[in-house]
């Protein structure tokens, strides 16, 4: 696993990326949460093209994290380095503290300061939430997002393919809990205790303002509780998605979406 993740090509990582969404869409087909009266592949088309911006940026910016992994191994830097631990226990930490300073952190500073929140409001705009909504992000945020994912790898002294195998588990584990599926209540609540589940994350997405400043996490539920930001909504189905500022179709077109964060 160590070797695979090293030197893991960008064509995996995409694959991976797309297995994900099709595996999801399988199951919003067999068990949807919500029965959307929507045109599934329209709505695809303005996520799957932020899906693909920040797929760009990623790559982009996939050599900087690289290198900065690199020199944390040759240099030994990063709070995990002052601790003699074995590889996989390593890797775990390394994990966490990954997600949370590049995820759960950035998240709730991008719901905390109005600039952040103007960039990622484009995220709660999509009142059909579902799998594709997973990397519906601005530009902007995704190069963010990959600064502070840089800040975690220095931190916690991540190696090379750490990095990359947490990236894979973000992927796989964002479009699961976007994904528009309806797990049984036991079932969800067992996955919730350690990692976000849909139900969870599905609160995040309402449209009141105290369930969408809630449940920050990306793949470790354990921040939420640990910062005070966990909400618990028994009956998600009655969650109703979007911002109520945009909620008509002009609001969500790639190009509105582009300027919406420049709107006053």
């Known amino acids: 696993m160590i070797e695979y993740f090293t030197t893991i090509p960008s064509s995996h990582r995409t694959?991976?990326?797309a297995f994900s969404l099709?595996?999801?869409w399988a199951l919003e087909g067999a068990?949807?949460?919500f029965n959307f009266q929507y045109n599934k592949y329209k709505h695809a088309s303005v996520n799957l093209f932020f899906t693909l911006t920040t797929i760009l940026i990623n790559l982009?910016?996939?050599?900087?994290?690289l290198l900065a992994a690199e020199w944390t191994v040759q240099n030994k830097i990063g709070i995990l380095y002052l601790m003699d631990l074995p590889i996989w226990l390593h890797a775990i930490f390394a994990i966490m503290l990954?997600?949370?300073?590049?995820?759960?952190w950035i998240h709730r500073l991008m719901h905390t300061f109005s600039f952040g929140w103007k960039l990622h409001r484009i995220h709660h705009i999509d009142t059909k939430v579902d799998a594709t909504t997973a990397l519906r992000a601005h530009p902007a945020e995704s190069i963010l997002r990959a600064i502070f994912l840089l800040f975690g790898i220095l931190i916690a002294g991540a190696e090379i393919w750490m990095v990359m195998l947490y990236q894979s588990i973000s992927v796989l584990n964002a479009q699961i809990e976007h994904a528009n599926i309806k797990f049984p209540k036991w079932f969800d609540n067992f996955l919730e205790i350690f990692i976000v589940s849909p139900d969870m994350h599905k609160v995040?997405?309402?449209r009141k303002q105290i369930e969408t400043?809630?449940?920050f996490a990306n793949i470790f539920s354990i921040w939420d509780r640990i910062f005070g930001s966990y909400r618990k909504v028994e009956d998600t189905e009655s969650i109703e998605y979007g911002l109520a500022e945009f909620r008509t179709e002009k609001d969500d077109t790639i190009t509105s979406l582009l300027k919406n964060p420049f709107r006053k």
Do not use: E
């Not at 982009?60 to 994290?65: C, D, E, K, P």
């Not at 990954?98 to 759960?104: F, K, L, R």
């Open 31 to 33: 068990i949807p949460l």
């Open 60 to 65: 982009t910016f996939a050599t900087i994290l």
């Open 204 to 206: 995040h997405h309402s």
């Open 213 to 215: 400043d809630s449940n």
């Open 98 to 104: 990954m997600d949370m300073i590049g995820a759960y």
């Open 22 to 24: 099709v595996f999801c």
């Open 15 to 17: 694959i991976i990326l």
